[in-house]
């Protein structure tokens, strides 16, 4: 036999990426003047596993295996005249295309060419696309906090964070088995709602750029294979163990100190005791057929996080109220106290007198003693008495601070079977069974012995995958595969006896009193939430190899559907207050001064004095919906999706392969299959209400050219079954090209690609639910006020609704939210490039250098068209007048003949109504902050003096529309594809493949996104700073990170049987051998910074944040972290200084001094930033300055001890953050706040993590 040991290949090694986890490995096989070679028989054999498969190379020399497990294999050639060839270490990965070309050498076929494949160092020259790939010994090996293995996908290059290659979270596919395992409710970026266990995932592939038209469901993907089982019998057991006592503190809990009293940390590390545990099998059913993995993993984890709510003192409770006379009460954390640390009252210098303690009770008629019912001493009697005086005043209400314990329990199963069913055809079958549970993490109780709410979820994952080889050339691939996620979220109130012990009702119907000075006893802030998700996949995929064509086509559909609810107020809140009857006998207290409205709200707490009463309605939906009490908003979103494509991987010379493909992407309209699917009538058009039917109807007040916008049900089981939420949108078509050309200047060594793709972007059903499933009309919350006392035993429920479902919605209403998606919505798509050149540096080196680059176009974004109108009606210009001392003329008529309180009736002369303006306190702070358009706000919505909203523009014969384009609505938010974003990059890569003790992956990504809208919201609202220049939006996104260096590997020290140093045997060699350690290392520069302009928000409209007016030049790189004793601040060489604004405003009604606004000076004193003015928005970029650069590293050292033939036992201590080194947050920028450039947030605290294991 002849021998021959060939280290690097004369043939080449490609590679190319598919929608499944299964391998192809293809090839040409040619004879020594290069002729193809058609008849020769190529077999492969699984080196675990030891299943055999064979074929023969077509009239073209190519040879095809569609479908192969990931693994090593051992390939062999023979044909009639020619030496057999052997290719040892053929490594397929998951969702590979591996492409080993054989040159045949002329001799006796019993002679032997061994090849050894440099497989692990393939250089990706089939494809065009884009992406790294994890190996099952990486995810095994590098550190890790949770032994999450989708953290590790934080090492590749081209991403940061969730967000893939500058594109929104939307846009990325994750995959396992096949099978889609994200949340179908909502996009929540590079998560699953199973568990993706370390143990469970044998490898995956990150796809950043795809050019290959079997890639679809969005641009960037995530495929993983799970483990299976060989023809050797391996197992493990493992534990990972987490506690308090190997984790360091936060850097701003260190700041604060220690207790100049105890002596005690003032924040000590909150408790954290987590276990995970489990072990795996895998093996054999029948040998080189039928195989099983089984894994059994457990998570423990208990926690006590410090928490500080405020109770009654013991006296309060007794309705007695204490106070110093001539001074307001104040807790010992105070300049001036009034208490000391351990609850002492501590009189001050200021006091005219000594402590009072004074009966609230028997002051006021109404309010005579405790709660008649009981409720409210019940209630009381579950709070704890007060510890930490730092809070509150100390004196009637202070603090108490406990560690509050929550608890996670999961416990999670996987079996996955392979069958080999013959030579032919192959089933492989996964599913996963997880249970978790979640206590006090969800409506946490308040105090120790109040209720706690808890989460539990069932999730399960299910796939099938068949593939049968129909002929020698033709491969079919069926999958079938499911993911069902049931989450819910129990209150407090809901678990166990609490709802009969502790809630009282009134008519059969119970109800949550909600405290004013106290923290609630039973956590009203949460509300009873549940959802199941589940998705349904089927795909079908035929390959089919002619010549040198590789074809396939395929289709996959997919039923995903969400059924959720959410029962916000539904259960009534009682508020506790003042009510109609307001509090008496409590101001004649001598002495009581400033302490009184403290004073106030502790009598109506303990009295039980109600001031108003909450409660959430419902709407049934279908043909005839009625307002339901304890109806909850319960939605079953549906939705159909397909998808279809073809390409031809054509191969036009050994050395140059096109990848030519196209896709149609359908993504169905969704609805509720209850008949609850609201929209307007008369579809989105209809948005713009009274003003007409498109944004030309705008800004043009007077001219009411539409109707007044209705709401209707569409849809399945409602009155308008034909009618959808919008379009359906049937034009998804998607190229993808490109080629792969391994240059012939440096034989097998180097790959020059470039590809090019659409893909089409999914929306959460989430996005249907907010917008759809929240219309008016569906949901009422009804507010009742009594005119007169109410105390809780006069509270009657259920609350009687305003009007029935759908009614009308009055001009006078001016208070709810209207959404609706544009008729022509389309789906969002983004088109991906990418050029890249590899180079093999030495056999297990490689070196990448790639551009990569996408474009978001038609992104969805939702916004509000009921921009506040300030030019063309003149309240810009009154607002000017009435800033500086003058009197406007609009709002003399708008105010004329009212009796203001205070300043007399509005005549335009004695009183005018920039009187009325400069007098009201709320409007006066707007004048003092030049926020016109608040002001235009409040004279659209606004009660005051009128009782009525609108009622002001209304008695002076002003329109309607005068403020805003839809006066029926406070917000009238159309969802619709305006948004775009862009993305380039240059991405630098080197790997080196484990090999001499080795690994490591070293990249570096330049880049830079821009657009207007993350995309990571659930309504997607973000409403444009000017609806008239949205192009004014356009900024660095809040992803975008110029510079990112990122780094891993594993290292095996040299010492040991075997190795460089200490290779002999004894006890020595044992204890020094089998230590490794592996490495991240993370370094990125700084999130952008978004300067804003804070309480000068509204200087054009009402919609979000303002950026300040650079008068100065302001230099992009402007800020830098400094640690003080008070604290981290970012803009060391800023100071803040009044605005010269300040003094253009008039001093009449105290206008002038009511302004906080702040401009930014150098140390020189020389002005930068100022706030804009009324009628101007600021002319710094929003995200203009860079925050805090950040770099993590986590290590960990394992330890390998023999404990048998082929067993042994793994140490191993994972270090999060190793060096113990803050990350800072972005610094506060709002330009008026006292906190300027402060940073008050950090991350980085060092989390060791120990692990046992013992393999067989």
């Not at 090593?72 to 057999?84: M, S, V, W």
């Not at 796809?207 to 679809?216: C, F």
């Not at 707490?605 to 005839?624: E, Y």
Request: glycine fraction near 10%; include cysteine.
């Amino acid at each position: 036999m002849l021998a021959r040991s060939i280290l690097v290949l004369f043939l080449g090694v490609a590679f190319a990426w598919a929608q499944g986890v299964d391998a192809t490995l293809t090839g040409s096989v040619t004879d020594p003047s290069g002729a193809s070679v058609a008849g020769c028989r190529i077999a492969v054999r699984n080196q675990d596993t030891g299943v055999t498969r064979s074929t023969t190379s077509n009239e073209a020399g190519v040879y095809l295996f569609a479908a192969l497990p990931p693994g090593t294999y051992r390939l062999t050639a023979e044909k009639a005249g020619f030496h057999t060839v052997v290719v040892e270490e053929v490594t397929l990965e998951v969702g590979g295309r591996l492409g080993v070309n054989i040159k045949l050498e002329v001799g006796a076929v019993t002679e032997t060419v061994e090849v050894r494949a440099a497989a692990e160092n393939q250089l990706g020259y089939e494809t065009a696309s884009a992406g790294g790939m994890l190996t099952g010994q990486q995810i095994q090996e590098l550190p890790l906090p949770a032994r999450s293995s989708l953290s590790l996908t934080y090492t590749q290059a081209g991403l940061y964070e969730d967000n893939v290659a500058g594109s929104r979270i939307g846009a990325l596919n994750i995959a396992l088995d096949g099978v889609n395992i994200q949340d179908q409710r909502l996009n929540q970026g590079i998560s699953s709602p199973i568990f993706q266990s370390v143990d469970k995932i044998e490898e995956f592939r990150i796809v950043v750029a795809p050019a290959d038209a079997e890639l679809g469901r969005g641009i960037a993907h995530i495929q993983m294979a799970s483990r299976s089982g060989t023809n050797r019998l391996r197992g493990s057991l493992f534990e990972s163990h987490r506690n308090t006592v190997l984790n360091a503190n936060t850097w701003f809990n260190n700041q604060r100190g220690h207790d100049a009293v105890t002596g005690a940390q003032i924040s000590p590390r909150d408790v954290l005791i987590r276990n995970q545990y489990g072990g795996r099998l895998g093996g054999p059913i029948r040998r080189n057929k039928t195989f099983y993995h089984v894994l059994i993993e457990g998570w423990r984890e208990r926690r006590k996080n410090a928490v500080t709510n405020t109770v009654y003192t013991a006296t309060a409770r007794q309705g007695i109220y204490r106070f110093f006379p001539g001074v307001r009460n104040a807790n010992a954390q105070a300049a001036v106290p009034t208490v000391d640390l351990t609850g002492n009252p501590v009189a001050p210098p200021e006091a005219t007198g000594p402590l009072q303690s004074v009966s609230l009770y028997g002051r006021d008629s109404n309010r005579r003693g405790p709660d008649p019912t009981g409720t409210i001493q019940r209630l009381l009697g579950l709070t704890p008495l007060p510890n930490n005086f730092r809070t509150g005043d100390g004196l009637n209400f202070a603090g108490y601070t406990w560690q509050r314990p929550s608890a996670l329990n999961m416990d999670q199963g996987n079996i996955k079977i392979d069958h080999h069913l013959s030579p032919l055809h192959r089933l492989s079958v996964s599913y996963t069974h997880e249970n978790r549970a979640n206590f006090n993490a969800f409506s946490e109780s308040t105090f120790p012995d109040t209720p706690a709410g808890q989460t539990t979820y069932r999730n399960r994952f299910g796939a099938i995958n068949v593939w049968s080889n129909l002929k020698p050339s033709v491969l079919n691939e069926f999958r079938f595969g499911f993911l069902r996620n049931w989450l819910r979220w129990y209150t407090g109130w809901e678990v166990g006896d609490s709802r009969t012990r502790l809630l009282p009702n009134a008519g059969g119907y119970p109800y949550v009193p909600v405290f004013g000075l106290v923290t609630d006893p039973i956590n009203q802030a949460d509300n009873p939430v549940g959802r199941i998700s589940p998705l349904y996949q089927f795909t079908d995929n035929v390959t089919w190899i002619r010549g040198r064509h590789s074809f396939k086509s395929g289709f996959e559909v997919r039923f995903t559907s969400t059924n959720g609810f959410n029962s916000a107020d539904v259960m009534p809140r009682v508020n506790l207050g003042t009510g109609g009857a307001s509090v008496g006998g409590l101001s004649s207290i001598p002495g009581i001064g400033t302490n009184l409205t403290n004073a106030i709200t502790m009598l109506n707490d303990l009295s039980g004095s109600v001031s108003s009463v909450v409660q959430a309605l419902n709407a049934t939906g279908g043909r005839d919906p009625q307002w339901v009490p304890g109806e909850v908003k319960q939605r079953t979103w549906k939705r159909k999706e397909f998808g279809v494509f073809f390409k031809d991987d054509f191969k036009v010379r050994p050395n140059l392969t096109l990848n030519l493909g196209v896709r149609w992407d359908f993504y169905g309209v969704p609805y509720d299959r209850n008949g609850r699917t609201a929209t307007l009538v008369g579809g989105s058009s209809s948005l713009f209400g009274i003003s007409g039917r498109s944004f030309a109807d705008l800004y043009q007040p007077g001219r009411m050219v539409g109707e007044l916008t209705r709401i209707e049900l569409v849809g399945p089981n409602s009155p308008n079954p034909s009618r959808k939420l919008h379009n359906n949108d049937w034009n998804n078509f998607a190229p993808a090209v490109g080629f792969s050309w391994r240059l012939p200047w440096f034989q097998t060594t180097t790959v020059f690609r470039a590809g090019y793709m659409i893909g089409y972007e999914r929306d959460a059903l989430r996005l249907t639910d907010a917008i759809s499933g929240d219309a008016p009309g569906l949901r009422q919350r009804v507010v009742y006020t009594s005119a007169s006392f109410l105390s809780m035993e006069g509270v009657r429920l259920p609350l009687t609704p305003a009007g029935k479902p759908f009614d009308l919605i009055p001009l006078t209403d001016r208070s709810q939210t209207v959404r609706v998606f544009d008729d022509n919505l389309r789906s969002p798509y983004v088109q991906n490039w990418n050029a890249s050149l590899e180079r093999q540096i030495t056999r297990n080196t490689t070196l990448s250098v790639r551009y990569v680059a996408s474009k978001g176009t038609k992104l969805i974004r939702t916004f509000d068209i009921n921009e506040t109108v300030i030019f063309e009606n003149g309240i810009l210009e009154a607002f000017r007048m009435t800033q500086e001392g003058g009197n406007a003329p609009l709002f003399d008529r708008i105010f004329m003949g009212l009796n203001i309180s205070g300043l007399g009736v509005v005549d335009g002369r004695n009183v005018t109504g920039s009187d009325v303006l400069r007098s009201n306190s709320t409007t006066q702070t707007y004048l003092a902050h030049q926020r016109v358009a608040a002001v235009a706000d409040w004279l659209n919505t606004t009660t005051t003096y009128t009782n009525q909203r609108g009622g002001l523009l209304r008695r002076a014969g002003l329109p309607e529309n005068f403020v805003t384009g839809n006066p029926q609505f406070a917000s009238a938010r159309l969802t619709s594809n305006v948004a775009n974003s862009t993305y380039h990059s240059l991405q630098v890569e080197a790997i080196k493949r484990f090999t001499r003790a080795w690994s490591w992956r070293g990249n570096y990504t330049w880049s830079k996104a821009l657009g207007e809208e993350e995309g990571s919201g659930e309504e997607m609202i973000d409403s444009y700073r000017d609806n008239r220049n949205r192009r004014l939006d356009r900024r660095l996104l809040d992803f975008h990170r110029t510079h990112i260096i990122r780094n891993s590997g594993t290292f095996e020290f040299p010492f040991g049987p075997g190795r460089k140093w200490i290779n002999g045997g004894g006890a020595l060699a044992r204890i020094v051998e089998r230590w490794q350690i592996g490495f991240i290392f993370n370094l990125f520069s700084g999130a952008p910074v978004y300067v804003t302009s804070g309480t000068n928000r509204d200087t054009w409209n009402t919609f979000g944040d303002n950026t300040p007016t650079a008068v100065a030049p302001f230099a992009k790189s402007t800020g830098e972290v400094k640690k003080t004793p008070n604290g981290v601040i970012y803009f060391e060489g800023l100071k803040q200084v009044p605005d010269p604004s300040i003094q253009n405003l008039t001093t009449k009604g105290n206008v002038r001094s009511r302004s906080t606004l702040q401009a930014i000076a150098d140390q020189n004193g020389a002005i930068l930033l100022v706030n804009p003015v009324a009628g101007t928005n600021g002319n710094l970029a929003p995200n203009f300055l860079e925050g805090p650069g950040d770099f993590r590293f986590d290590v960990n050292l394992i330890k390998r001890i023999a404990a048998g033939e082929g067993r042994y036992i793994e140490l191993r201590f994972d270090a999060i953050d190793m060096t113990n080194s803050p990350h800072f947050g972005n610094p506060n920028a709002d330009m008026n706040s006292v906190n300027f450039g402060r940073i008050t947030s950090a991350t980085g605290n060092r989390i060791l993590v120990a692990g046992l294991r013992f393999s067989f």
